[in-house]
Each structure stands twice: as C-alpha cells, then as structure tokens.
C-alpha cells in the first residue's frame, strides 16, 4: 500500500516562500520519478515540477525560477520550495509518485497521489 502525505501548505503574501514536503511509505521503488501538481478553483489539475532520482528535473514555464523541487532519496521525501509567490498559485498542491516520465509533468503519467496540502496567497 502506498500513501503520499503532504505538508507545509499555508496562506502566505504575495511576494512570500513556503516549502512543501511529501513523505512516501510502503513501496519506495515509485519514489524514483515523482512530481507536484496543483489544482486552483475551477482549474483543471496542471503539473508543476517533476524530479527522478538522477537529479534530473522538469518544470512548468510558470514557475520556473521561482519554484525548486528536490527529493532525498533515502528518506523517501520529495519538497517543493516555492518563492515570489503570486496570488495566481492560490491552489491545492498534490503530490505524485511512480512516473513513468514519458510526460512527467501531465497527470496520467503517475499511479499514486496524495490528499493535497493547500497553498493559498493574497
């Protein structure tokens, strides 16, 4: 049984940082390509950054320089260190595991997902 649970969501300013973090357990093998994704009100869920265990990673044009994701692999966690937040990344943040990363940041290319942790900025 696998089960991502998320943390570090809140309600920050625009112009503030928060980190997010997932923890994985049960089976670790899906930790190797893993990804955020968020959804805002009325939105359809859209990838946000994807990172495997090579170090290699994939982000979204709209976070890019202002998002880092990264991943331990030996404590199965996988963060997201968000900065100059904007109220348009007021969203439900999901975290997603055993990609495939044959389109790391689209939804189908994950099996497991987390209960999300929400991250609202005004």
């Known amino acids: 049984h696998v089960q991502l649970v998320e943390s570090g969501g809140g309600s920050v300013q625009a112009g503030g940082s928060l980190r997010l973090s997932c923890v994985v357990s049960g089976y670790t093998d899906s930790t190797y390509r893993m990804g955020w994704f968020r959804q805002g009100p009325g939105r359809v869920r859209e990838g946000v950054a994807a990172i495997r265990s090579d170090g290699t990673s994939s982000y979204a044009d709209f976070v890019k320089g202002r998002f880092t994701i990264s991943k331990d692999n030996a404590k199965n966690t996988l963060d997201l260190q968000m900065s100059s937040l904007k109220p348009g990344d007021t969203a439900m943040y999901y975290c997603?595991?055993?990609?495939?990363?044959?389109?790391?940041?689209?939804?189908?290319?994950?099996?497991?997902w987390g209960q999300g942790t929400q991250v609202t900025v005004s």
């Open positions: 997603a595991a055993d990609g495939r990363w044959r389109n790391p940041l689209l939804r189908n290319d994950y099996d497991y």
